[in-house]
């Protein structure tokens, strides 16, 4: 009885310590996928801020370079720069918090993008960046605005 007890004992370790490594593994995992996250959200704000702070100077041709994939065909920099220009110019800018959309396109996430102007008015335009295997692309074309 006390052989059958000691196997017991030791199966029973056993599946306790499987049970523990199964909830380790997975919360590493689950980890792992917040920080990727993080990491997506803060290179995607990154590339936007650089692409606003390139349009607020008037550098259109930088920053047609950084257009999303999906924006490119047919689109070339001087339609972007024609683009660009149509729009008022803004002083400043402040990017709120994204929305984001996955689909078999891609995953997107949509910034809305505070434009302040220098007659002190003010606009919110929403601006998608592309989350592609390069690095993220934004997404800016008068179709994506709408």
């Known amino acids: ?3 059958l007890a000691g196997r017991t004992r030791r199966r029973l370790l056993l599946a306790l310590l499987l049970v523990a490594c199964l909830l380790v ?14 990491r997506d959200l803060s290179e995607a704000e990154a590339a936007l801020t650089k692409y606003l702070e ?4 008037s550098d259109y041709g930088a ?7 999906d924006v490119l065909p ?3 920099a001087s339609d972007h720069a ?3 220009r149509e729009q008022q110019p803004f002083v400043s800018f402040s990017i709120g918090e994204p929305t984001q959309s996955t689909g078999i396109d891609g995953t997107y996430l949509t910034f809305p993008v505070s434009l302040a102007y220098a007659d002190q008015s003010t606009s ?3 601006v998608a960046v592309g989350m592609e ?8 074309h008068y179709d994506w605005r709408k």
């Open 63 to 69: 920053a047609y370079q950084q257009l999303c994939s």
């Open 82 to 84: 024609a683009f660009l």
């Open 133 to 140: 295997t390069g690095g993220p692309k934004v997404c800016d």
């Open 54 to 57: 390139r349009v607020r100077g």
């Open 1 to 3: 009885m006390v052989l």
């Open 124 to 126: 919110v335009v929403r």
């Open 25 to 38: 593994c997975w919360k590493a995992v689950a980890w792992q996928g917040e920080l990727d996250q993080r």
């Open 74 to 76: 047919d689109y070339t």
